[in-house]
């Protein structure tokens, strides 16, 4: 062989020795990305978190490892959520959470191409989501507390602390997209069951605070807390704002509960947001969102907390206590 020839042989050897080295192999796919959207802080959905991504892993899928999420946090701030959901939308994301109320529908106008796993504690269809919750159409379905329509049974309870109360107080965020749906549906449940109300707003701290100073001076016997996102941030102050002014108060999660708050009642959130995660990697698999039906957290909670009533003199009935998911003492 000659020069030539033997000098050829040695750079097709050497190409196809560096062609086997492992660290010249083709690089592999990137993992997904998924957005994350919610109207609250990240402070407050911890627990949600972990159940969401406990939903994700259920189906093969866990972050850091074959999966990344790009979260964006309003912070209460719902007029930021047009603006943050075009920015998952840049970002190509593979599905959009949009794991609050507010969150959903800036999602759905941010993007027809990307699919969209909503959480929401309202009706989809009445809130303009989907079409229908058994054929969601379109790019968006997700998971429901329906924890609007359990308006009526949150006064029921409350009611049977202190069966004597007249004058019931509705909170409400006058920037919320449930507003008016919540308003109605709360004064008109109260109507039926022979009590009066004070509906008073507040969408910031201050305005928590004015607003229970207002309750209390207008002599409100007992409290509704509406559904809201912002509300579910500020658990630990509305909880300590109703003992400041002796107000029995009704919310809907646990967390309320857990940081003071007399009574709480709605579908499982927790449940909800894992539900979320499961159609989120079952999308990320291949499903579609209009082949996954609208699903609804059917487990519903009840939490007391006795410390609480002790501390407003009343007493729960042992009924109640029986049917509690949980009881703080």
């Not at 609250?40 to 972050?63: I, K, M, N, P, Q």
């Not at 004070?198 to 928590?208: H, I, N, Q, W």
């Not at 059917?298 to 729960?316: D, H, M, V, W, Y």
Request: net charge neutral; aromatic share 6%; glycine share 10%.
């Amino acid at each position: 062989m000659t020069a030539q020839g033997l000098a050829i042989g040695r750079r097709a050897a050497l190409a196809a020795a560096t062609a086997a080295w492992p660290g010249t192999l083709p690089a592999q796919p990137a993992m997904p990305v998924i957005g994350f959207l919610n109207g609250a802080s990240a402070a407050l959905t911890d627990s949600y978190l972990r159940a969401f991504r406990t939903g994700l892993g259920e189906l093969g899928f866990v972050e850091g490892r074959n999966l990344a999420i790009a979260y964006r946090w309003a912070d209460g701030r719902y007029e930021r959520l047009p603006g943050l959901a075009r920015e998952l939308v840049a970002l190509r994301v593979a599905v959009i959470a949009a794991t609050s109320t507010p969150a959903g529908l800036p999602a759905k106008a941010a993007t027809a191409a990307i699919p969209i796993v909503f959480v929401t504690g309202s009706d989809p269809v009445q809130q303009g989501l989907v079409a229908s919750l058994n054929r969601p159409e379109g790019n968006v379905t997700g998971v429901t507390t329906l924890a609007v329509e359990l308006g009526r049974k949150r006064m029921e309870l409350i009611r049977s602390v202190l069966p004597a109360a007249r004058l019931m107080g509705i909170l409400v965020n006058p920037t919320g997209p449930n507003l008016a749906s919540v308003t109605q549906d709360l004064t008109t449940e109260a109507a039926a069951l022979g009590l009066r109300t004070l509906t008073v707003e507040a969408s910031t701290e201050a305005g928590l605070e004015a607003a229970f100073a207002h309750l209390a001076a207008a002599g409100a016997e007992v409290l509704v807390i509406g559904t809201d996102t912002f509300f579910n941030s500020e658990s630990a102050l509305l909880a300590r704002l109703a003992l400041a002014h002796r107000l029995p108060a009704m919310y809907q999660y646990r967390e309320f509960v857990a940081a003071g708050g007399l009574l709480s009642y709605a579908g499982s959130i927790t449940e909800a947001y894992r539900m979320a995660g499961r159609y989120t990697a079952l999308i990320l698999r291949g499903e579609t969102p209009a082949g996954l039906p609208v699903q609804r957290a059917s487990r519903l909670e009840l939490f007391i907390n006795l410390r609480t009533a002790q501390a407003l003199g009343l007493t729960i009935p042992p009924g109640l206590l029986a049917y509690a998911d949980e009881v703080f003492e």
